[in-house]
């Protein structure tokens, strides 16, 4: 550690906080996940990754695994102002694809959940359509199946699967003592750019682009998943989507192991952003959310 | 046709009826569904079952498919009065094992993407985790993973999947000229159950426990499922979750074929409800729903 003393304790990204702010009393997401997993995973043998890692896995085989993760998106919760529905549908899909991308496997097949508020129009069907398909295409997967339904929320659950050598997956408990932590890109541009929608503000939309399309069109980092999991160098994985700090403390913590953090890798044009609006960039990169990079820890 | 003239095209059940006159114009459920496969039935080769049976399937090897299956449960929609968060959670399980059920294929494992309105109390994680275990222990698959968030409704979506020989599905659109129908129950239960609990009537209540039961505590027909599979005997198979007209409507459109009923499988319970009650015996029976009978057909 030079010169930087970081809580990488989990804090709630800029938008959980807001969330959490309207809510009265009540369990937190992680607690109810901790309670539901405790109860779960009584009830059998160990499974090959722990209900905390980014996806399910299944030994079909002793050295082959089903790779399984399920991701949802609410409308009333998860779609900012200024976000269409097709971008919104085609995130859902990202989403679960950025949790392919950490553990380094192709996801090959899709089911789509979709709930949707009556009256649907055809409209919305197709918006939501061509999201999928569009990030289908990205990333080389399709949609074999589904469910739709009515609810009062706009529900999209996106549920991926893919195939994997167990020996292949990159694991978010492997992380050991003398590694380096390596990111796939700068951070910050999620809350920064979140920032901007929920200001909605046309100049400063206008002004970063960039930020605000890393919440609108972000991209999974899949092929530099399979190409880290191939290189056979990587100890621990996790992709970022909960934020930098919380996903840094999660390595440690399933690990084992201390982080130390000699400097924050934020992106630049947050640090203009944050210098014009007297915010901390550090704050802003370390405490976001929805930014689908990877986080790696690799033998120095 | 002995003296019956039935109309099999699809007919909403009861609840969906009810929820249909709530909404303003808009396209259906069926609709949806379709405009989505049209969409993305053109991304691809041709899939081993269409998008329109029970369940989702991918070919691992030429032989044997992974199968999966997603099917969402709605608080807002899906919940009857009377009916507690232990049984909703059971019953969304139920509903993925039934489609399991229809094809013959044992469902190994399952992902639970829940989501709640806040505040969640410990006791509401405690009563879904008790209903969902519940469901795993009777159909013996179990939870490997799934997500958790916050919506203003609540969603408990069940996934589930599992292994097969290609040549032992029981396909939805393999019916031939010649075979009988056959169910494993007498129908009519879930929808005058439902009547029952939407009524709020306690004396209604204790006089037919077994129709309210049919609502609260349904079974997927798992055993017959893979049974029937093995006997290798079926040459159509469905389960009834969407109403036993629906369900012989759908078998007779993919099958090509048509369908002659020369008596309606009616509860006696249904009966006698139905005389009480001044209902038609035989519309509760075939305009119901969520009731998870199977539906196949064999040579005669």
């Known amino acids: 550690v030079q010169g930087l003393s970081l809580d990488l304790k989990p804090k709630l990204s800029t938008r959980r906080r807001e969330k959490r702010a309207m809510k009265r009393t009540g369990l937190g997401e992680r607690d109810i996940i901790r309670r539901l ?7 059998g043998t160990k499974l090959p990754l722990g209900f905390e890692d980014d996806v399910a896995a299944y030994p079909m085989t002793r050295k082959r695994f089903l790779v399984l993760k399920t991701d ?11 976000m269409s529905l097709q971008e919104a549908s085609r995130k859902a899909v990202v989403a679960t694809v950025s949790d392919f991308a950490a553990k380094g496997v192709q996801p090959v097949g899709l089911l789509i959940s ?20 569009s990030a289908c295409n990205e990333y080389h997967c399709r949609v074999i199946g589904g469910d739709t339904g009515e609810s009062t929320d706009l529900v999209i659950d996106c549920i991926g699967f893919g195939f994997a ?4 997956i990159m694991r978010r408990d492997g992380a050991k003592p003398g590694d ?9 541009r999620t809350s ?29 980092r899949l092929n530099a998943g399979l190409r ?17 700090a919380w996903s ?16 924050v890798p934020v992106a630049p044009e947050v640090r203009t952003f944050a210098d014009q609006q007297g915010l901390n960039p550090q704050r802003l990169a370390l405490y976001g959310g929805e930014e689908y990079e990877l986080i790696v820890t690799i033998p120095e």
Chains 1, 2 share one sequence.
Not at 37 to 43: G, H, I, L, P
Not at 248 to 263: F, G, Q, T, W
């Open 37 to 43: 997993t405790e109860r779960f995973a009584k009830s």
């Open 72 to 82: 949802t998106l609410f409308g009333s919760t998860d779609i900012p102002p200024g």
């Open 114 to 133: 979709l709930a949707l508020p009556a009256p649907v129009s055809q409209e919305t069907v197709n918006e939501l359509a061509s999201g999928i398909q």
């Open 165 to 168: 050598e167990a020996s292949r």
């Open 180 to 188: 380096v932590i390596a990111v796939t890109r700068t951070f910050g």
């Open 192 to 220: 920064a750019g979140l920032k901007i929608l929920l200001s909605r503000e046309k100049a400063m939309m206008q002004k970063f682009p960039g930020l605000v399309r890393s919440v609108t069109h972000p991209r999974a």
């Open 228 to 244: 880290l999991a191939n290189s056979e160098m990587v100890n621990s994985s996790i992709d970022s989507s909960d934020g930098l």
């Open 248 to 263: 840094l403390h999660e390595i440690a913590r399933v690990s084992k192991v201390r982080m130390l953090l000699d400097r």
